[in-house]
């Protein structure tokens, strides 16, 4: 199923982002409206797959305070008036990295606990910088300047015990405290828990402070004005391989299609060309992403590889899952992110 919607909603981007590029102006704030809200239903899937399964953290970099601002709305949306949200963010913080998905699933899981109902939660930032003798003695951290996000949890005076049964104060807060620390932990950080009267909680998430942004020195690049590379486009759906396939044609790259493995190595044999990359999903029919791309290899040395998938927590070959979760784009992604994708990939 997630694979499913996954690509349904890439279908659905994908079109949209391909009129857009023909558009007149007049035409462009209604494919525009379209994209907005296909996004907003591309990150309400998931947040659903997130919170069911387990998955690899995969840390990025992160504006923490546009990051919080957005989460504390999806706060308000699933809790209400049964929660009070206050935030108070340093307007100088830096960018942190960390995984956003598992991050968000945490400060929800906080709100949506049954414990919780009735409480008011306090979601802040700061800047600070902590030397050697600031951090605790064997504490896989180092000395520098950090952004802590500090979330406290207390039970309003009028609020009464939630009737339908829940787990323990002192479990659900190990609970809470064992997913910061790993996702902490992942991004080079550390988590601070402290305990309060009565419920009260409140965790001081240490992440290393990534510094300013610099600007994409990367010089322009355009297939239009270079030798054409040559992209072999493997993909059981015709919704997601098709639109995928006129917008780089588009661009100028030279196009070969193929549903599916076999389809694909025939291609291959009757193209007189070198192939120069490989965009594959990971889960087909007769044939997977791998096996495809293990085949291809054998007449291509020099081909690159960029998996697609919908859901990387399938049940495959471990080698197989662990390759596409460190390289495939995951779907639904936008045809511009395809591109980039592909000028990294070849430019190695």
């Known amino acids: 199923m997630a694979n499913q919607l996954n690509n349904i909603m890439m279908a659905v981007t994908s079109e949209a982002e391909l009129e857009l590029k023909k558009a007149t102006p007049a035409a462009r704030p209604g494919l525009e409206h379209i994209l907005s809200n296909a996004a907003r239903a591309t990150s309400l899937i998931q947040k659903l797959l997130a919170f069911s399964r387990k998955r690899t953290l995969a840390p990025r970099p992160v504006r923490l305070?546009?990051?919080?601002?957005?989460?504390?709305?999806?706060?308000?949306?699933?809790?209400?008036?049964?929660?009070?949200?206050?935030?108070?963010?340093?307007?100088?913080?830096?960018?942190?990295?960390?995984d956003q998905v598992d991050l968000e699933r945490w400060l929800l899981g906080l709100a949506l606990d049954p414990a919780a109902t009735g409480s008011n939660i306090l979601i802040a930032t700061q800047s600070t910088i902590l030397g050697a003798e600031q951090l605790a003695p064997g504490q896989d951290a180092s000395p520098g300047r950090y952004v802590v996000l500090e979330v406290e949890v207390s039970r309003a005076k009028h609020a009464e015990e939630p009737e339908c049964p829940h787990v323990p104060a002192e479990e659900s807060s190990v609970a809470a405290s064992t997913g910061i620390e790993a996702i902490a932990r992942e991004a080079g950080g550390f988590v601070r828990v402290s305990e309060g009267p009565g419920s009260r909680r409140c965790f001081k998430v240490y992440f290393p402070a990534l510094g300013a942004e610099e600007a994409d020195e990367r010089a322009p690049w355009s297939p239009k004005t270079t030798p054409s590379a040559t992209i072999l486009i493997v993909e059981d759906d015709d919704a997601v391989r098709k639109p995928a396939a006129e917008f780089l044609k588009m661009e100028g790259f030279k196009i070969l299609q193929a549903r599916t493995g076999p389809e694909a190595l025939l291609v291959a044999l009757r193209n007189r060309s070198a192939l120069d990359l490989l965009i594959t999903d990971v889960v087909m029919p007769q044939m997977t992403g791998h096996e495809v791309a293990a085949k291809l290899l054998e007449m291509h040395p020099d081909l690159k590889v960029l998996y697609m998938s919908g859901d990387t927590n399938q049940t495959l070959p471990g080698q197989i899952v662990e390759e596409a979760r460190h390289t495939a784009l995951l779907k639904p992604f936008s045809l511009n992110t395809l591109y980039e994708r592909i000028r990294e990939v070849l430019e190695k």
């Not at 546009?66 to 340093?90: K, P």
């Open 65 to 98: 305070n546009s990051f919080l601002t957005q989460t504390s709305g999806w706060i308000h949306q699933l809790c209400g008036e049964q929660m009070e949200v206050t935030l108070y963010f340093d307007p100088e913080v830096q960018r942190v990295k960390a």
